[in-house]
DNA sequence: GTTATAGATGTCATCGATAACATCTATGCT
DNA sequence: AGCATAGATGTTATCGATGACATCTATAAC
């Protein structure tokens, strides 16, 4: 009845299951006839490969879990998540996901639990990860993890973009236009990329000893951006705000506008991400690009090779577009 | 050695395995005091549950398999991507994504496979499948199967968004503010959501007594929208504009203005998705809405409940903003 | 001509949970 | 008291692939 076994498939093709097994692990030690006449047979008797059976006999369930955050809204964990999915699916291992619908220990335990259930032989943890409770080390401890973060999980991998770079490209490019003081409108402070960002946007202005003004924070969205554009137009002589993401730039930019702000003419605005609209809508929007592809696909070279952490640091580059200019008068 | 398995469990909590597995089960028959005990020596082993080996004994697996798109670009996929997700989380099951690369037959027939091999009990398929195969449907015909699109595969469900109804919403609107012509950048041609909007807009236009004319193709992307834009702005007479996605329209917004038509003084623009940055870029976007979280989890209903294939259809909504308006001199 | 040796193949126990079936209490009812 | 019944628990075989080990050729090396 059910479907047909690796059993049936050798009785079919007149060998052993040992070999039809063989066959498909690809071992060099069958011969080319052989492998023929099992082909055949899986063919002929619409045979399908039983993952759970192999896992549960190997142990190795070729299987990677992926945690997300459930809200789509920000850019550049959909680009890590495309990265992840193509590296893992070449190297022959499918991706289990398992989506938290917010930022909270408690969602993340159950998460990660579920995942080790599966028997994951890796995670990729691409949500910001403040601190790790006791429950979830102990499962990372027994399955290799890498947080695509700075965070620090006693066991687990750590592959950090290092996203003060991203503040520090997008906060000098503005003083090397002249402006003498930056302004920041941040992603949410639970977010290590925002703290990172904005890290990135201080050092550089302290560096040239300028005092950074407070940070306004934001949630990645263009409303929350709208928000805060709100508050800096009414703060005379802002003439540059550096914006933790594109979206939110975009808000802030209408904000300034509505109240008569011209931009870039009157206030200059630097995003990140280098989203596909970025460059269409008005104005094209100067921001800074990382390779967040990569940046997935790399975390899982890291999971299968079990190469040390080796924290790799993508580079940030500029995309100069037209919401940048001097400031009046320079 | 290795982990814990029920039978530890079992020892340490002085009960047979199966009363282990009941427990976990949620089987009304056990007595609490049983239960609690069994749960201690969970805790206190550290015993983690083998997914592998419930689904091969018990022949389920719990799991369901989604199919996307590599390339995140459209947003409506994304979208119910989070709702297969979600609704899936809830009912227990876990999600395994298969992503391919391209819109390509052989692409498909290996995802399909691998989530085969993996035993899903389900299939979610959010990629345009204009033809089937017949060894894709050698393998829906033993997996509950749902095509997010018009599309037919013997034997799978079809959950269908009514997309011409985008269309025509989107196209009645410009039609009622005066327009006496409507022109459309279309997605590409092997989406059926393309085809089905390109259709709504036709019907909307021919019901009108008007001669629809000929549809520009993009890609969905806001380059492609530009660069049909450039090709419209060409055209004179041009005053109203239906875009099959947001991002194109914003690009079709960006060559009309290049070449001194204004949005929407000159041409009124309506686009599809309402992604967050619609009202917020400019100039804000009119564009029809639809809720494709919502029918995301639909689709993952319709699998587990096996129920019939209802081809749901999710109404649109149109946000009006400031892209529209009537043409000049009315 | 023999002995090594690699290659091709087979046998059998095993991974861990569960389905199916068997027991063994309590409790209620006549 | 005697029996039916539901609830709680235990036993055993089973799912399908694989690891470890055994066997059996050919060919190479001496």
């Keep these: 009845?059910?479907?047909?076994?690796?059993?049936?498939?050798?009785?079919?093709?007149?060998?052993?299951?040992?070999?039809?097994?063989?066959?498909?692990?690809?071992?060099?030690?069958?011969?080319?006839?052989?492998?023929?006449?099992?082909?055949?047979?899986?063919?002929?008797?619409?045979?399908?490969?039983?993952?759970?059976?192999?896992?549960?006999?190997?142990?190795?369930?070729?299987?990677?879990?992926?945690v997300l955050l459930q809200s789509g809204g920000y850019y550049s964990r959909s680009a890590v998540t495309a990265g992840v999915e193509a590296a893992a699916g070449e190297a022959g291992y499918a991706v289990s996901i398992a989506t938290i619908a917010a930022l909270d220990t408690g969602l993340m335990e159950r998460s990660l639990s579920k995942l080790a259930d599966q028997g994951v032989e890796g995670i990729v943890i691409a949500v910001p990860l403040i601190f790790a409770t006791p429950r979830m080390e102990d499962i990372t401890r027994d399955i290799p993890t890498v947080t695509l973060d700075g965070s620090r999980t006693a066991g687990a991998s750590v592959?950090?973009?290092?996203?003060?770079?991203?503040?520090?490209?997008?906060?000098?490019?503005?003083?090397?236009?002249?402006?003498?003081?930056?302004?920041?409108?941040?992603?949410?402070?639970?977010?290590?990329?925002?703290r990172q960002r904005r890290?990135?946007?201080?050092?550089?202005?302290?560096?040239?000893?300028?005092?950074?003004p407070p940070p306004l924070e934001g949630d990645w969205s263009p409303e929350s951006g709208y928000r805060q554009g709100q508050i800096v137009a009414m703060i005379p002589d802002v003439t540059a705000i550096f914006a933790a993401s594109d979206e939110m730039a975009f808000g802030v930019v209408r904000a300034l506008r509505e109240r008569g702000r011209a931009v870039p003419?009157?206030?200059?605005?630097?995003?990140?991400?280098?989203?596909?609209?970025?460059?269409?809508?008005?104005?094209?929007?100067t921001t800074v690009r990382q390779d967040?592809?990569?940046?997935?696909?790399?975390?899982?070279?890291?999971?299968?090779?079990?190469?040390?952490?080796?924290d790799s640091l993508v580079p940030a580059s500029l995309s100069v577009r037209d919401s940048t200019a001097p400031p009046r008068g320079h």
């Design 199 to 212: 890290q990135g946007w201080q050092d550089c202005l302290t560096a040239a000893g300028i005092e950074p």
């Design 265 to 285: 003419d009157d206030v200059s605005i630097v995003g990140v991400d280098d989203i596909a609209l970025a460059a269409y809508c008005s104005p094209p929007l």
């Design 1 to 66: 009845m059910g479907n047909p076994s690796m059993a049936d498939v050798a009785r079919a093709a007149g060998v052993s299951a040992q070999t039809v097994s063989r066959v498909f692990r690809e071992s060099p030690n069958v011969s080319p006839d052989t492998r023929r006449r099992v082909l055949a047979a899986v063919d002929e008797l619409g045979y399908r490969f039983n993952n759970a059976a192999r896992t549960l006999s190997s142990g190795r369930s070729r299987t990677i879990g992926l």
């Design 159 to 194: 592959l950090g973009i290092d996203q003060r770079e991203a503040g520090r490209v997008a906060t000098q490019h503005l003083l090397d236009l002249g402006h003498r003081q930056v302004w920041h409108v941040s992603g949410p402070d639970e977010w290590i990329e925002a």
């Design 292 to 310: 967040f592809y990569r940046f997935g696909a790399a975390a899982v070279g890291l999971l299968l090779e079990g190469a040390g952490a080796a």
